[in-house]
């Protein structure tokens, strides 16, 4: 039913002209699906109240409730006569809607409050649509769609990861915004977190990362306590850009968290030396975005000054830890090999700050759309590290849309990490062989068969001449008998 919903959206999308690609898809069914997501959860609420008998006051008011604007409704059934179409409900969405929705950021009593949310995304977000006949059939359909069992969260969130995945597929700039759902859930296994602890992603993009931990620890035995405890203290993350920001809302609430503990501000900007206890995480999992040619003033909040986006976040996430705790993170695979002062010091940091105790070498390809190589960090801060286990992924195939990577490549390396065992695709390399001087972390693999140097083109050219001239001497020899 759902499916036929999202593939019904998509084609009246097609038809807009304000909405140009995969992205700009998501970004507006967002919106659209976040207003009806608050509409079924007011309702909910008002039932509870009624239930215990007290009066509840909710979020959105008057004309700009859903059932006023995007559905009004008359014996069940959509009532067009006072539901808005054409430019009537676009100058309504762009002129009053959005300007309403914007103002809770100011009038709520707190960044973690569902209101200043609400406020954060409609200052940010702007409705692409054009049309207000293809706006209307959209807004009707996803007016049938209802968030209120959890079987209905997890068939929407299914399509709506779904959405995500093309969307980072597509290129551009949509691959900042997806992690590959398989490898995330081989850090959880190997991270572990428990109920009780605080999780935390400072690049949260589409929150896949707190999204899939949130299925890892949500059990049919939980206790309602439990169950609070994830709900509103063990999520958080940050967040740059504006889309990512409100699809990471999105996908957390359509996973089953009704309000995100996420944060719409640069991570990079709080300064890492001034991060106190109470700042602290038990777990990191996060897949920080590389390049981006930091400015100095951002360089300038660390102790080891980089343009490199990724190096500057790996900073922040060893001071983000508590004592004790573990960290997965994402990298390029040319941080264990650099040999600039900014990659030495990084590498000298992480080894004596924490124990890198596991390296996961991920292939070609694992990133739709990006042509680096990556590596998984995973280390426990508190102690130095004395030894390092590496895995070579190797799925046996070439990754692509088509071969994705899938739980069944990361089998092995979850069983294997567990007791960091050797085997043709994992070794490990202790601290005491490492280079002193550069503390080179090169994911070599010792049982790989070498290969054979490649020579330089002046050897070959060499080799050439030198034939050349043995040949003529051959030649020359086999005249002189004639």
């Known amino acids: 039913?759902?499916?036929?919903?999202?593939?019904?959206?998509?084609?009246?999308?097609?038809?807009?002209?304000?909405?140009?690609?995969?992205?700009?898809?998501?970004?507006?069914?967002?919106?659209?699906l976040f207003l009806k997501y608050l509409h079924d959860l007011e309702n909910e609420r008002r039932d509870r109240a009624e239930l215990d008998g007290e009066d509840y006051t909710p979020i959105i008011t008057g004309e700009f409730c859903w059932d006023k604007w995007a559905a009004p409704k008359k014996n069940g059934e959509i009532d067009h006569n006072a539901a808005l179409i054409g430019d009537d409900l676009i100058k309504f969405v762009d002129g009053e809607l959005f300007p309403y929705l914007a103002k809770f950021r100011q009038s709520a009593t707190g960044p973690q409050t569902l209101q200043y949310k609400i406020g954060e995304i409609f200052t940010e977000l702007r409705s692409k649509f054009r049309s207000g006949y293809i706006l209307r059939d959209v807004l009707e359909t996803i007016d049938g769609l209802s968030f209120g069992t959890q079987a209905q969260r997890h068939e929407l969130s299914q399509l709506y990861e779904s959405r995500i995945r093309r969307m980072g597929n597509a290129g551009r700039n949509g691959g900042e915004y997806y992690t590959p759902r398989p490898l995330i859930r081989a850090m959880i296994e190997v991270v572990q977190p428990k109920v009780g602890e605080t999780i935390y992603d400072g690049a949260v993009g589409s929150a896949g990362f707190l999204c899939e931990a949130y299925d890892y620890l949500r059990r049919k035995e939980l206790s309602g306590t439990d169950y609070e405890t994830l709900q509103t203290k063990t999520f958080y993350g940050q967040e740059k850009k504006g889309l990512a920001y409100i699809i990471g809302i999105m996908n957390m609430i359509l996973h089953g968290i009704e309000a995100p503990n996420l944060i719409h501000s640069n991570t990079l900007n709080e300064n890492a030396m001034d991060i106190q206890e109470k700042d602290r995480h038990n777990v990191i999992l996060a897949n920080p975005p590389f390049g981006g040619g930091e400015r100095r003033e951002v360089q300038q909040n660390f102790p080891i000054r980089t343009g490199e986006t990724a190096y500057l976040f790996l900073q922040h996430f060893i001071r983000k830890l508590k004592a004790g705790g573990r960290g997965a993170v994402v990298i390029k695979n040319t941080f264990l090999s650099n040999t600039d002062n900014a990659s030495v010091a990084l590498r000298k940091e992480l080894l004596e700050a924490c124990k890198l105790h596991t390296v996961l070498d991920c292939p070609q390809g694992t990133f739709q759309g990006a042509g680096v190589k990556t590596v998984v960090l995973f280390f426990e801060k508190g102690e130095a590290t004395r030894q390092t286990w590496f895995y070579q992924l190797d799925p046996g195939r070439s990754m692509g849309k088509t071969n994705p990577l899938n739980d069944d490549d990361l089998k092995e390396f979850v069983e294997l990490q567990r007791t960091f065992a050797d085997s043709p695709k994992s070794w490990m390399v202790k601290r005491g062989d490492l280079d002193a001087t550069t503390f080179d972390l090169s994911a070599k693999n010792p049982y790989s068969p070498e290969r054979e140097a490649l020579r330089s083109p002046e050897d070959i050219i060499a080799d050439m001449l030198a034939r050349d001239a043995e040949t003529a001497d051959i030649l020359e020899n086999i005249r002189r008998l004639l």
Do not use: K, P
């Open 1 to 32: 039913m759902y499916d036929n919903a999202f593939n019904q959206i998509e084609r009246d999308l097609r038809a807009e002209e304000g909405v140009a690609n995969e992205l700009d898809y998501v970004e507006q069914t967002s919106w659209v």
